[in-house]
């Protein structure tokens, strides 16, 4: 999940929406582990039926754990500034934005460079202004519009299913399967 570091209280209601849905659906949620959406977020995923420790996952472009917002399980500290969105784009297997600046619009590139699925929530910034288009020619699809946090999620998993049962589950158990969104 991608989107303002610096959100309105709309763009988190939506993000912590989203969060809760992703853990619903039996994935793990990857952010970049800041403020704003990523909080919301993680916030919402923590308040998640099914939720278990470690489902909350944030990549953060400082090499201190401690940056992390409170709901993140899982922090990792790249020390790569915005580089760090290489990584939050490559460890999710889907990305649903809401909002965003500059950054959102780089993993936005990201994203559609490495073929992931991409949906957008019509919310001010890239998300609004990408949602039903084609970033570029490269690929045949479009950034996938979602008109709410429901949708966005479900647009987002409805591929994963194969992806998911082929990975390795959490402690050994085959059946516990998690990916990141």
Same mark, same amino acid.
Do not use: K
């Given at each position: ?11 988190? =209601?939506?993000? %912590? ?7 619903? =659906?039996?994935? =793990? ?28 996952? #944030? ?7 401690? $940056? $992390? ?22 460890? $999710?297997?889907?990305?649903? $934005?809401?909002? #965003?600046? %500059? ?11 490495? #073929? ?44 994963? #299913? ?5 990975? %390795? ?13």
């Amino acid at each position: 999940m991608i989107g303002d570091g610096e959100a309105t209280s709309a763009a988190e =209601r939506l993000a %912590a929406a989203v969060g809760r849905g992703i853990v619903e =659906r039996g994935c =793990r949620l990857v952010t970049g582990g800041l403020g704003g959406v990523m909080a919301a977020a993680s916030r919402g995923a923590h308040r998640a039926r099914g939720y278990r420790e470690g489902d909350v996952i #944030g990549i953060l472009p400082g090499g201190d754990g401690d $940056a $992390a917002n409170p709901w993140v399980d899982v922090a990792v500290p790249s020390g790569l500034g915005v580089a760090r969105n290489v990584l939050v784009v490559q460890a $999710a297997d889907a990305v649903i $934005a809401i909002g #965003g600046r %500059a950054g959102t619009l780089s993993e936005l590139a990201l994203a559609w460079q490495l #073929g992931r699925p991409v949906v957008a929530l019509d919310v001010p910034g890239w998300s609004a202004r990408v949602a039903g288009r084609a970033i570029d020619d490269r690929r045949c699809d479009v950034v996938l519009r979602a008109r709410d946090a429901g949708e966005a999620v479900a647009l987002a998993t409805a591929g994963l #299913g194969a992806r998911r049962r082929g990975r %390795a589950g959490r402690g050994g158990d085959p059946g516990s399967s998690r990916r990141g969104s």
